[in-house]
Antibody, heavy 119, light 109 residues
Framework: EVQLVQSGAEVKKPGESLKISCKGSGYSFTSYWIGWVRQMPGKGLEWMGIIYPGDSDTRYSPSFQGQVTISADKSISTAYLQWSSLKASDTAMYYC????????????WGQGTTVTVSS | SYVLTQPPSVSVAPGKTARITCGGNNIGSKSVHWYQQKPGQAPVLVIYYDSDRPSGIPERFSGSNSGNTATLTISRVEAGDEADYYCQVWDSSSDHQGVFGGGTKLTVL
């Protein structure tokens, strides 16, 4: 079964760092792009960026460039999303998803990771 | 950047047909993908490349795309179809990124 399994919920304080993960299984992890999507409470989906685990080619949406870092470790079939200094406005659900093709839609989604940033 | 416009809400009676639109400048020249998201769950792909259905998605779900509007059509609507629906395209013009519409809440009366 093709699946993406994300790390668990996080509660952090403003200014703290964080790295969440997304582990793929059941398919060739290095052959598909992985994307990250933000969903703030009660809001819609926002495209953050994508990474190709085969060579770590990474592309960010302009709104998220410089705000987060997307990375991958192909040896353990895992993609990451990290922050160096969290803000309260980073409170959201974050999903990883597999892209059908490089410039396409997302056919397999992780279960989501809730990030809460509060003092 | 490319903008996708969806109606905030659509209501339909059970057994009827629901049509959810996604507007964008010359969207007919792009491939459109549709997602269903039920409360507390991750999105699920229901239509890709305008009109293809992933395995496991009922034939009641169909898609079309032409001109400035893409449409997700749900025939013989069931109570279980009540959810938020999002369209998505790839913006290859300037940002080279995916773009989501604002989402449409489908209510089954």
């Amino acid at each position: 079964e093709v699946q993406l399994v994300q790390s668990g919920a996080e509660v952090k304080k403003p200014g703290e760092s964080l790295k969440i993960s997304c582990k793929g299984s059941g398919y060739s992890f290095t052959s598909y792009w992985i994307g990250w999507v933000r969903q703030m409470p009660g809001k819609g989906l926002e495209w953050m960026g994508i990474i190709y685990p085969g060579d770590s080619d990474t592309r960010y949406s302009p709104s998220f460039q410089g705000q987060v870092t997307i990375s991958a470790d192909k040896s353990i079939s895992t993609a990451y999303l990290q922050w160096s200094s969290l803000k309260a406005s980073d409170t959201a659900m974050y999903y990883c998803a597999r892209l059908i093709a490089a410039t396409s839609g997302m056919d397999v989604w992780g279960q989501g990771t809730t990030v809460t940033v509060s003092s | 950047s490319y903008v996708l416009t969806q109606p905030p809400s659509v209501s339909v009676a059970p057994g009827k047909t629901a049509r959810i639109t996604c507007g964008g400048n010359n969207i007919g020249s792009k491939s459109v993908h549709w997602y269903q998201q039920k409360p507390g769950q991750a999105p699920v792909l229901v239509i890709y490349y305008d009109s293809d259905r992933p395995s496991g998605i009922p034939e009641r779900f169909s898609g079309s795309n032409s001109g400035n509007t893409a449409t997700l059509t749900i025939s013989r609507v069931e109570a279980g179809d009540e959810a938020d629906y999002y369209c998505q395209v790839w913006d290859s013009s300037s940002d080279h990124q995916g773009v989501f519409g604002g989402g449409t809440k489908l209510t089954v009366l």
